[in-house]
């Protein structure tokens, strides 16, 4: 198992500087790593981990289309603010789907750690949805979830997933800035044309 974590590591890291970037091409990574983390975390137990790689490949397709084809004229989405009408049903989404993920865990799996696996599996879901809009915050999102799933996995043993993670939460913070600033270049581009 450790030679199919370290190629889904290794497709994360192409995942995240396609995201860094924001290319396109990110969505077709994340087709390939969520496949190879869905065995991953079925043998580790992250069971909710597992299913939210089986709603990473769906939401890809969301995604792909939604950058490709986001706006009526047919140009490509633009990096934009989540816009603050979107942040209460963002929450309130998060927390049902905590919870009810926590209950299952809590009542039908043997899982370890049901608790962070619900956090990170609740907000995760909420953060894909808000890259597929490309929202700039979703990299804030991003990084609180990947500092939690970095602690979880250390805490399984899962090495080099951890790392992973640990990167993760440091490129979100660059990615976070990145966005920024080419969501203001875009800004000024379509005020000048």
Known sequence: MLWLEIIGALVGLVYLWLEYRASVWLWAANIVMPIIYVFIYYESGFYADMGINIYYLVASLYGWIMWRRGQSDGKELPIAHTPRRKI??????????????????????????????????ALSVVALYMLAQKYVEQWLVWLVVDVVCAALYLYKGLYPTALLYLLYSILAWFGYLRWLKMMKTDERASITT
Do not use: R, Y
């Not at 039908?108 to 962070?116: A, L, R």
């Open 88 to 121: 209460a049903p963002m929450s309130a989404l998060f927390v049902v789907l905590m919870v009810g993920i926590w209950l299952i865990l809590t009542n039908f799996t043997d899982s370890t750690v049901p608790v962070g696996d619900a956090f990170t599996t």
